[in-house]
DNA sequence: TCATACTAGTACGATATCGAACAAACAAGT
DNA sequence: ACTTGTTTGTTCGATATCGTACTAGTATGA
């Protein structure tokens, strides 16, 4: 395993494509976003969706705190979200029995239907888009999205 | 140009990919905003730092309405995000001289510096993170990330 | 057991985002 | 000119996001 000793040598060029590489990213999630929450009923929107789906496929029983890691937020920005999942009766917290302070979260069977239904409501368009794209150019470029995700992770770690 | 006849047999692997891919966007957006919007001074926000890149880079004397269309945000939120940078003259406009309702939107001195600055601020985070992360790699993926963008642009303006 | 440091979650205030509705100007046809 | 429909940009209100500060509970070590 090399190190790059010219690390700190990039030119104008690289840190232009470096650039052109976020926004496109910012991009995409924006377009991506608007798309789906067009689907999704309720007034609901991404990040519920997203929480939804954490939850019914990784497993439910765990705690805020950990779901604002996962996706990268603050915490108070998923206490918010989580309030507004709640609400609607999509999740429920009880407390923690190894922890007095905090609290774990389950969803609720109306809350897999709800995910449920965002999925298949979504199929069409994915249809559509499949005719046009080719999702399976995403099976090359998604280990290197998980790479530079890990590598922004753990450099934010070390501030 | 043979059209797929099958767009509509993905399976539930190919959708979870889907998901995947579009949530590890998602959370580098996020990475990467918060990580720049520390280099920042003033309370400037990415989107900020994004019109001023794009008037500097592709050159100022355009619409409004176009950079919202280049960023794909709601026109609202673009008139907000200019009048943050008008109020701290990184920005001027001037009325459109060919269209009686529009305006023209000029990058200033002070929003070049202030380009520059945060540019040059990132180079060290960005020498440190390519130690560890082969920004080369985001050639290859640029173009799919590229192809994805415009895919997902066509198809919103069909609907 | 106590003091100190740390962690989970919330409250609050400031700003960002965005949909809906609007006014003004344009465009095209009549 | 005049009507009709479209486009540009703003205002307004509702919600989202997030930093700061706080409370309550936990962990560690003397």
């Known amino acids: 395993m090399v190190k790059r000793q010219d690390a700190a040598s990039e030119n104008a060029s690289d840190i232009r494509q470096i650039f052109d590489a976020f926004t496109e990213i910012g991009i995409i ?3 991506s976003r608007t798309l789906f929450e067009q689907r999704l009923d309720d007034s609901l929107l991404l990040p519920h969706f997203t929480v939804l789906n954490h939850l019914a496929r990784l497993g439910d029983g765990v705690t805020p705190l ?3 890691v996962a996706f990268q ?3 108070t920005t ?5 309030s507004g999942l709640e609400k609607r009766a999509l999740i429920e917290t009880r ?3 190894h922890d007095g302070r905090g609290k774990l979260v389950f969803i609720t069977k109306s809350g897999r239907e709800f995910r449920d239904n965002a ?7 994915i249809s559509r888009l499949a005719s046009e794209f080719d999702f399976t150019k995403l099976e090359a470029v998604l280990p290197v999205l998980k790479e530079l995700r890990a590598t922004l992770d753990r450099y ?3 501030n």
């Open 156 to 158: 934010r770690d070390k």
């Open 29 to 31: 999630h924006q377009l």
């Open 73 to 75: 937020v603050p915490k």
């Open 66 to 68: 950990s779901l604002a």
């Open 119 to 125: 999925i298949t409501s979504l199929g069409p368009d």
């Open 78 to 82: 998923l206490t918010h979200t989580l």
């Open 95 to 97: 407390p923690n029995p």
